[in-house]
């Protein structure tokens, strides 16, 4: 019932940065817990951060110290700030309310070269 929109992704340069973004609308239920995953060819897909309506956030180890997540709660807007990209963050990356596994939107594309 929750309709998602990934954008902001794109090609970097390893060290560069992004700011990807995600829009959630038709929520029927309150927005507690949004997140990041990415899922890479031939892999799971994985959380790569979460954030509370409280503004508690956890993090993968592998980006620790190099990705930020935050949200506009009045907007039902998340954000994920990238920071020194490297080759293996190359993913499709995806948002999810409430770790309803369910409900994806059509992610996009960040692409990090060497």
């Known amino acids: 019932q929750v309709q998602l929109v990934e954008s902001g992704g794109g090609l970097v340069q390893a060290g560069g940065s992004l700011r990807l973004s995600c829009a959630a609308s038709?929520?029927?239920?309150?927005?507690?817990?949004m997140a990041w995953f990415r899922q890479a060819p031939g892999k799971q897909r994985e959380l790569v951060a979460a954030?509370?309506?409280?503004?508690?956030?956890s993090y993968a180890d592998s980006v620790k110290g190099r990705f930020i997540i935050s949200r506009d709660n009045a907007k039902n807007m998340m954000y994920l700030q990238m920071n020194s990209l490297k080759p293996e963050d190359t993913a499709v990356y995806y948002c999810?309310?409430?770790?309803?596994?369910?409900?994806w939107g059509q992610g996009t594309q960040v692409t990090v070269s060497s």
């Open positions: 999810n309310v409430n770790f309803r596994y369910d409900s």
């Open positions: 038709g929520s029927r239920f309150s927005i507690n817990s």
């Open positions: 954030i509370t309506s409280a503004g508690s956030t």
